[in-house]
């Protein structure tokens, strides 16, 4: 006998996972129109699909927190050689964020999914009342973080060349700054070591020439006089004492500035390459985020 009603088609096993994703009842769409059927595939492939969405950004934007830190301009570089480009990519960094996305996209698809299935009816007609629209409120709050939290490492992704530039010249100003700032904390401290090492220095060769004087003005009294110069001899010996004493008594006073001042250029130095590593450190998330809404500008991020 000729059926004269209509069968609708047998659900497909994707079919029915988008149902269930989007918290559709099988047994009654099963046997409800064809319109429904993919009216509720489509609106179960929206929420898995945001859920990959977020998964895949959330993974960026966790490997951008764990990955270390560094000049910004690196990344450019090994972008021009695929093996430095591997060799570039922080294998823990990226198990991390591989854990860390899952468990996001999956946080989002839930969330995703309690918002789809939690709308209420309506009154049944078209208009929007402001009881539905009050009701929607909550829901529309949660809509929109999730796309912001979507959004913005598909962004920073997509501006990436633009940021390394912008974040390099920002840590290199920060290095500057550090270095600037240590430099005046160190730099007086050494400037007085070495005025002082250059006095102590200056009276030293003073002291010299005037025992060089005194040895040459007895020599000379010497020759004139044959063997009887007293009072040039009572000189020359009190000017090579007094030379003698000098640096006798100056010998450890020299030592320790010296070595102070080593103390504070070693420490110069470190803090130096401590500011380095610190500049290197402004290559985070927020960072990036801040960056990329200066570079696009308020309607290319809001798009």
Known sequence: MKRTYYETPKA???????WKAAGGDRYILERATYSDQIKYMCLGGIIIATGVMAGLAGGYAFYTIFEPKG????????ANNITDRLNYIHLPSVIKATVFGIFWGLIIFNIDRFIVTSTGKGDGTEAITW??????????IMGTIIAITISSPIEIRMFKTEIDVK????????????????????????????NELAKIDALDKQLMQN??????????????????????TQLYNSAKTERENYENNTKSKIVALEQKKSELQGGKEHTDATSKKISAGLDGLLERIKISHEIAGFWISFL
Do not use: Y
Request: hydrophobic share 35%; net charge negative.
């Open 12 to 18: 497909s096993w994707l079919m029915r996972l988008f």
């Open 71 to 78: 000049d910004a301009l690196d990344s450019i570089v090994m």
């Open 131 to 140: 009881d539905e629209f009050k009701g929607a409120i909550p829901r529309i």
């Open 167 to 194: 974040l390099h010249d920002i840590q290199q100003q920060a290095e500057l700054k550090f270095k600037d700032n240590n430099s005046k904390i160190t730099s007086p401290e050494i400037n007085r070591i070495d």
């Open 211 to 232: 025992e060089e004087i005194a040895r040459k003005d007895l020599r000379d009294c010497l020759m004139k006089l044959g063997g009887d110069c007293p009072r040039n």
